[in-house]
């Protein structure tokens, strides 16, 4: 058979296309790090490389949503400290009438405005914000929880998202809540309604966020709660609520029933020692609170770190399976080079000076 220049010439344009292919290729591999480019060329690679990402993607979100959570307990934990330095001064205040000049009436008002102040103080902290939402609110971030009405003949009033902290007013649901217009008794009509609430929103009032621990719902279809992270914190489990007028169970009730006795001039060696004696009390409560919130930020460091890790080390595996070896990379590189270059040499040999150039 006789074979012509023709036949020769696209015989070996087919292979020198095959050849400008695969130098190509090793020249994206080196280039790019990449083993492959299409998930044909490695199914089974391409299979884990998928479940690798979609890991990869699940920790990007646990660690956005932890990251938000610490920058909310470490606000939290802020306002908490300046709280409990706010109770620490009404506590030297409170002392030094108890121990000082107790009837001179002047220093009596003088005291009684700074407690006034550092009450103003502590709802404003308890109001504190981080980003749009409110850190003290419970399940409800979107308004300032608390509410401080003073009324220096009848006693102050504060109210936690609308609810009487005393317990002692009726409570009526708002517009727009499943339960709008349901009245909920208080205390001055002989009902412990409205304290139950109270106590309802200081202990299970939660917002739980998934940061990786499994979520999981029971056969009820109601959250495992053991699954997620709760980041509620109600202001009621700080502050306190309940009680009565004379000795309200309430942070900022109580500094205002301080400042009252001493703007009636009342006799501190009764009135005041019954506050003397609770206020201990109410600064162990926020102490309390706040290591809570201390151990929560630890336990969300740790989670912090072991999401590094865990992304780390799919990260490795994502480069175990995508990535090739530099040195590799470059051997084949030079390899297809050659191969390339000697295929231009050997068609120089064969083939006409105008198709070699042409090809050149």
Do not use: C
């Not at 009680?243 to 400042?259: D, F, R, S, Y």
């Not at 780390?312 to 399976?321: D, L, N, R, V, Y």
Request: net charge negative; charged share 30%; aromatic share 8%.
């Amino acid at each position: 058979m006789r074979v012509t220049t023709f036949m020769m010439a696209d015989r070996y344009i087919n292979r020198m296309s095959g050849a400008l292919e695969r130098l190509d290729y090793a020249n994206r591999q080196a280039g790019t790090g990449r083993r492959f480019f299409k998930a044909s060329e490695d199914p089974a690679a391409s299979t884990a490389l998928y479940k690798y990402r979609r890991q990869q993607a699940q920790v990007a979100d646990y660690d956005e949503n932890l990251k938000d959570v610490i920058s909310t307990k470490d606000s939290q934990f802020s306002s908490m400290n300046l709280v409990n330095k706010s109770l620490e001064d009404a506590f030297d205040h409170l002392e030094y009438i108890m121990n000082g000049p107790v009837n001179q009436k002047e220093i009596k008002q003088i005291t009684a405005q700074q407690i006034r102040g550092i009450q103003e103080t502590v709802v404003k902290d308890m109001n504190a914000k981080y980003g749009d939402r409110f850190l003290f609110g419970g399940s409800a971030v979107g308004e300032a929880p608390f509410e401080l009405k003073v009324d220096k003949e009848k006693g102050d009033k504060l109210y936690y998202r609308g609810i009487d902290v005393s317990g002692e007013e009726d409570y009526v649901y708002p517009p727009g809540s499943h339960l709008e217009g349901t009245v909920v008794k208080g205390t001055k009509n002989g009902s412990n309604d409205v304290l139950n609430l109270l106590k309802k929103l200081a202990d299970d009032d939660p917002v739980f966020i998934d940061m990786g621990f499994g979520l999981d719902f029971n056969g009820d279809k109601n959250l495992n709660q053991s699954s997620a992270f709760n980041v509620s914190t109600s202001g009621l489990s700080v502050l306190g609520y309940g009680g009565t007028k004379e000795q309200p169970n309430n942070a900022v009730l109580m500094l205002g029933a301080i400042a009252k006795e001493l703007e009636h001039d009342v006799d501190t060696s009764r009135g005041l020692d019954l506050h003397m004696t609770n206020f201990r009390s109410h600064q162990q409560r926020l102490r309390t609170a706040i290591a809570k919130i201390d151990t929560d930020r630890m336990f969300l460091n740790y989670t912090d770190k072991r999401l590094d890790e865990q992304d780390a080390s799919i990260k490795e595996k994502i480069s175990q399976t995508w990535d090739i070896d530099a040195e590799k990379a470059i051997m084949d590189l030079n390899q297809q080079d050659y191969l390339y270059q000697l295929m231009l040499r050997t068609g120089n040999k064969l083939l006409s000076n105008s198709f070699i150039d042409f090809m050149n």
